[in-house]
């Protein structure tokens, strides 16, 4: 198992090095989150058609430290609750006022806090799986969550895809479903961030 371990720590270290040169990840370093290539998507089933979001407003920063199965995180990433759109201005504007009470809490907040390997074969050139775990607040309600994510290099510039699926009532968020028209119970998340040195 160590030696498992060891391996996917390598690959980890080796994945990270600018041009494959093998320099490993420096310790405490803090990345930032580029804005301007930074997105989120999310698609909600309803009756007879599915909701497609996006912002594309998405900051933060992230510290990684070593640990024997991946990364030990410290950071956060803020989306603004109002930056959220599904292209339906009387929808987006119920979803900001009473589904996300943008007005009272106006950040969507994810606190990474681990990054675990998830296998030590790369998933494909250049890059690796994970489970990047931490806690989401929404609404003001604060609930652990893990995303599937992908990582790879491009001259040092970290790129990170991930996808989950959340239950909007987990965090308080009352039922948006109305007459004939039932929204599903979970959603679908896709992230993209560039981390930035």
Not at 157 to 165: A, H, I, N, Q, S
Not at 176 to 185: D, E, M, T, W
Request: glycine letters at 8%; a positive charge.
């Amino acid at each position: 198992m160590r030696v498992r371990q060891a391996a996917a720590c390598g690959l980890f270290a080796a994945l990270l090095a600018p041009d494959g040169a093998g320099l490993p990840l420096d310790e405490g370093v803090v990345y930032r989150i580029d804005p301007s290539t930074a997105r989120v998507r999310f698609e909600l089933p309803a009756t007879l058609h599915t909701v497609h979001g996006r912002s594309e407003e998405v900051s933060g920063t992230v510290l990684l430290r070593s640990r024997e199965d991946g990364y030990e995180l410290e950071g956060s990433v803020r989306i603004p609750a109002v930056s959220l759109d599904t292209g339906n201005a009387r929808r987006d504007r119920k979803m900001r006022k009473e589904s996300l009470l943008a007005a009272v809490h106006p950040d969507i907040l994810f606190e990474p806090r681990r990054l675990r390997i998830a296998s030590s074969q790369p998933s494909g050139p250049g890059r690796a799986s994970f489970l990047l775990e931490g806690d989401l607040a929404v609404r003001g309600v604060s609930r652990p969550v893990a995303l599937r994510v992908e990582v790879s290099n491009d001259r040092g510039r970290l790129l990170v895809d991930g996808e989950t699926e959340l239950a909007w009532a987990d965090f308080g968020v009352p039922d948006p479903s109305f007459l004939l028209v039932r929204i599903a119970r979970r959603l679908t998340v896709r992230i993209h961030v560039e981390l930035v040195r």
